[in-house]
């Protein structure tokens, strides 16, 4: 079983589009928990920490269930410059041994 | 300007070749990262420094060698280098090497191996 698992899409939402993507993680120890972005051909860019009470950073939602070893990543009112592979990323073992998810492309379309 | 810079953008080099790798990073942090991104794999975790003292060594081949001489600079030093070998290298570097640290990303090194 991989250490963190997502769906690689690709996602091609209409701008405007609610979209959500889900991970899930193989290590119940984890601790750290993040979104990054990767533009073609670029560096990942760090989106967001995702922390257990769920967080928001104006269109963007996180949501931890440690329970189920899951995190989410909601995206409100597309827009084309969310295009973008969206990295799902989790620290296993020692604390910043970070794993990151193969990612999840997404386009919008206008 | 993403704070961490990556030397040189671009690499090909033959199989018998010694290159280096450089990694400087503005952000005052002390931690500092090497990666590995092949094309349709995710990012492989290579080296952890903090402090200038390696962490974490995460079962990477002896030809590629590690080098901190202080908390800002990072080198990768390569050597009898494989075409498998052939990717982005990415550094990164976190304030410091603990739990919920982000880690920020120079634009990377992409490597061909001739």
């Known amino acids: 079983r991989k250490e963190v698992e997502q769906d690689p899409g690709p996602f091609n939402v209409p701008e405007g589009a609610t979209v959500a993507f889900n991970c899930t993680y193989s290590?119940?120890?984890?601790?750290?928990f993040f979104w990054y972005r990767q533009d073609c051909r670029k560096e990942p860019k760090l989106l967001m920490s995702?922390?257990?009470s769920g967080n928001e950073d104006g269109r963007f939602t996180a949501q931890l269930n440690r329970a189920s070893q899951y995190i989410s990543l909601l995206i409100r009112d597309s827009k084309l410059s969310d295009s973008a592979t969206y990295l799902c990323?989790?620290?296993?073992?020692?604390?910043?041994?970070?794993?990151f998810g193969t990612g999840t492309r997404l386009t919008v379309i206008p | 300007e993403t704070g961490v810079t990556q030397t040189p953008r671009h690499l090909v080099m033959g199989m018998t070749n010694k290159k280096s790798l450089k990694c400087e990073q503005h952000?005052?942090?002390?931690?500092m990262y090497w990666y590995k991104q092949s094309a349709k794999k995710p990012l492989e975790l290579m080296f952890v420094?903090?402090?200038?003292?390696?962490?974490e060594n995460n079962s990477v081949p002896s030809r590629f060698s590690p080098e901190c001489p202080n908390s800002s600079h990072l080198f990768l030093h390569l050597h009898t280098l494989q075409p498998e070998d052939s990717a982005l290298y990415l550094c990164?570097?976190?304030?410091?090497?603990?739990?919920?640290?982000?880690?920020?990303f120079g634009d990377g090194t992409r490597l061909s191996i001739l």
């Open positions: 990164a570097s976190s304030p410091q090497d603990g739990p919920n640290q982000p880690q920020h």
């Open positions: 290590n119940s120890a984890s601790q750290s």
């Open positions: 995702v922390y257990s």
């Open positions: 990323v989790v620290n296993i073992g020692k604390a910043n041994n970070l794993f």
């Open positions: 952000l005052g942090h002390n931690a």
């Open positions: 420094y903090s402090l200038e003292e390696r962490v």
